[in-house]
């Protein structure tokens, strides 16, 4: 089946770059996104690339794409203390109709 | 203006004790989904609709099941909660079919006690 996987933890400083990593299993994998939970609140989409695309920039979120690899990124420029949550990424394919698999995401945490 | 939303957003139960929780949506969305999530780890689908189409998920227990009256509205109904049911249960909905984004409700935490 879909399998999703993310490192647990990640610590960065205030204003250095953060990067998130996922890897996935599902070649047909059509769109991988990120999402954001903050704590006790919902998912918040972060951002989505079709899996034809392997780079996406949107502000200061950059999403890489190796679709050979499986390995999606999520790169987070100028990190800044609200970015502190935890990172989903997730991913749909046309072999699981709609569902949206999700990765056991990652704990962003920032220091000064 | 929220887009899902969900009620109650803390539920607290007996053991054993029937309990629903509601999801409504104003998007006109196909597709209605519920998510389970532990604490810290990674949200878990139950089960979706596709309009009126109910898709379970294998390892879902019986212990739950879902209806949908309407485009609009769906519930996800615990028959007997058990201590190990405690979670935030998501509801999200999309347009349907592959790639599209998933809004997501703001979740019940259910608490067993």
């Known amino acids: 089946g879909e399998d999703v996987e993310q490192s647990l933890f990640l610590s960065v400083r205030e204003g250095d770059s953060s990067v998130i990593n996922c890897t996935y299993t599902?070649?047909?994998?059509?769109?991988l996104y990120w999402y954001k939970q903050e704590p006790g609140a919902g998912l918040q989409l972060l951002t989505y690339?079709?899996?034809?695309?392997d780079m996406k920039q949107d502000q200061r979120l950059t999403v890489l794409l190796n679709k050979k690899d499986k390995h999606l990124s999520l790169r987070i420029a100028d990190t800044q203390t609200g970015d502190s949550a935890i990172y989903f990424c997730?991913?749909?394919?046309?072999?699981?109709?709609?569902?949206?698999?999700f990765g056991s995401g990652t704990r962003l945490s920032i220091r000064p | 203006d929220a887009m899902v939303i969900q009620n109650p957003r803390y539920q607290v139960t007996q053991f054993g004790k029937p309990v629903t929780l509601s999801c409504s949506q104003t998007?006109?969305?196909?597709?209605m989904y519920w998510y389970q999530q532990k604490s810290s780890q990674a949200p878990k689908l139950l089960f979706h609709?596709?309009?009126?189409?109910?898709?379970n998920e294998a390892d879902t227990p019986d212990n739950f099941q879902s209806r949908r009256p309407n485009t609009s509205f769906c519930f996800l109904d615990i028959r007997s909660p058990g201590l190990g049911d405690a979670a935030m249960y998501l509801c999200?909905?999309?347009?349907?079919?592959?790639?599209?984004?998933?809004?997501f409700g703001q979740g019940t935490r259910l608490t067993v006690v």
């Open positions: 690339i079709f899996s034809n695309m």
């Open positions: 998007l006109n969305h196909n597709v």
């Open positions: 609709y596709y309009d009126k189409d109910f898709n």
């Open positions: 599902d070649s047909s994998s059509t769109y």
């Open positions: 999200a909905t999309s347009l349907g079919g592959s790639g599209t984004e998933a809004f």
């Open positions: 997730a991913e749909s394919s046309y072999s699981s109709a709609s569902k949206i698999i």
